[in-house]
């Protein structure tokens, strides 16, 4: 079955970077591209990024642009999400989910569960 | 940017029907999704393209969209789908998510 096996929870300065991993299986990872998900504690959820697992096209939400890679290893199926110079409120939990393409990102089909990011002092 | 607005929350008594709105400038023009998230759970994709069902999400989940509304409706609601629920559209190429609507069951 398809399974999305996420890194585990993290704790940062301010101003570090984190590196989350989502290692998937049970499908052919080059034909769904992967969209990562974040969730503030008791907040809302806030679209991340998105990349092309073909041909490792990427787009980030515009707030977190200059500060979020997206990568891909095909070779192990899995994707990867940096950010960087971290601040308190980058703190949440962060799904990544594996996503219909037609042509342009589609439905976000099958989520991880999710790596807690801590920023903290 | 592009913003989608839900209510904050609706409820419903067990066996009624509820309905979670979603609004979007042209939301209509393109594709709405949604998603049900029970607490300390991941999201699960309910309804795509406006009105489509993923297999294994049951018939009494439907969608529907309109001009600048999308609706989900949960037929005969269960205390199951107490949960909260998340419109999402992709504006140029970016996804956006409505701000939640947590469904009460009463």
């Known amino acids: 079955q398809i399974q999305m096996l996420q890194s585990g929870p993290e704790v940062k300065r301010p101003g570090a970077s984190v590196k989350v991993s989502c290692k998937t299986s049970?499908?052919?990872?080059?034909?769904?591209?992967i969209s990562w998900v974040r969730q503030a504690p008791g907040q809302g959820l806030e679209w991340v990024g998105w990349?092309?697992?073909?041909?490792?096209?990427?787009n980030s939400a515009q707030r977190l642009q200059n500060r979020v890679t997206l990568t891909t290893d095909t070779s192990t199926s899995t994707a990867y999400m940096e950010l960087r110079s971290l601040r308190s409120d980058d703190t949440a939990l962060y799904f990544c989910?594996?996503?219909?393409?037609?042509?342009?990102?589609?439905?976000?089909?099958?989520w991880g569960p999710g790596t807690v990011v801590t920023v903290s002092s | 940017s592009y913003e989608l607005t839900q209510p904050p929350s609706v409820s419903v008594s067990p066996g009624q029907t509820a309905t979670i709105t979603c609004s979007g400038d042209?939301?209509?023009?393109?594709?709405t999704y949604w998603y049900q998230q029970r607490p300390g759970q991941s999201p699960v994709l309910v309804i795509y393209?406006?009105?489509k069902r993923p297999s294994g999400i049951p018939g009494r989940f439907s969608g529907s969209s309109s001009g600048t509304t999308a609706t989900l409706t949960i037929s005969g609601s269960q205390t199951m789908d107490e949960a909260d629920y998340y419109c999402?559209?992709?504006?140029?190429?970016?996804?956006?998510f409505g701000g939640g609507t947590k469904l009460t069951l009463l």
């Open positions: 990349i092309s697992t073909y041909n490792g096209k990427t």
């Open positions: 999402q559209a992709w504006h140029n190429n970016r996804a956006f």
């Open positions: 049970g499908y052919t990872f080059t034909s769904y591209g």
């Open positions: 042209n939301l209509g023009d393109k594709f």
């Open positions: 393209e406006d009105s």
């Open positions: 989910a594996r996503t219909s393409v037609l042509i342009d990102p589609s439905a976000l089909l099958t």
